[in-house]
């Protein structure tokens, strides 16, 4: 059982920079695919960034492409989303999932461990 536990969401103004960790115990950390998620009011959960297990391949959605860069740090069972020229937009609960050795990782159903979220609020 992987425990997820994701840390660092704030309000902050456009333009700015957040990053957000998310702290993994209970399984082989280099075997799972990590992945952010986020969760806008009256809106479905969406795919934000991946990072695969194997080799740190990364993948992000078109709206924060250029904008957020996802990494891991296998040694302290990390995976980081480091959040730059925030818009309004990006206004959500993020939350942090593991896959166990998923390729699919932008569907949200491959991953099986969730965090509780955090939230970060975007002012204009």
């Known amino acids: 059982q992987v425990q997820l536990v994701e840390e660092g969401g704030r309000l902050v103004q456009a333009g700015g920079s957040l990053t957000l960790s998310c702290v993994a115990s209970?399984?082989?950390?280099?075997?799972?695919?990590m992945g952010w998620f986020r969760q806008a009011p009256g809106k479905e959960r969406a795919f934000v960034a991946t990072?695969?297990?194997?080799?740190?391949?990364?993948y992000y959605a078109d709206s924060v492409k250029g904008r957020f860069t996802i990494f891991r740090d296998n040694a302290k069972n990390t995976v980081s989303l480091q959040m730059n020229i925030l818009k309004p937009e990006d206004t959500a609960v993020y939350y942090c999932?593991?896959?166990?050795?998923?390729?699919?990782?932008?569907?949200?159903?491959?991953?099986?461990?969730w965090g509780q979220g955090t939230q970060v609020t975007v002012s204009s």
């Open positions: 999932a593991a896959g166990y050795k998923i390729y699919r990782a932008v569907d949200i159903g491959n991953y099986g461990y």
């Open positions: 209970g399984g082989t950390f280099s075997s799972y695919t």
């Open positions: 990072i695969r297990w194997t080799g740190g391949n990364t």
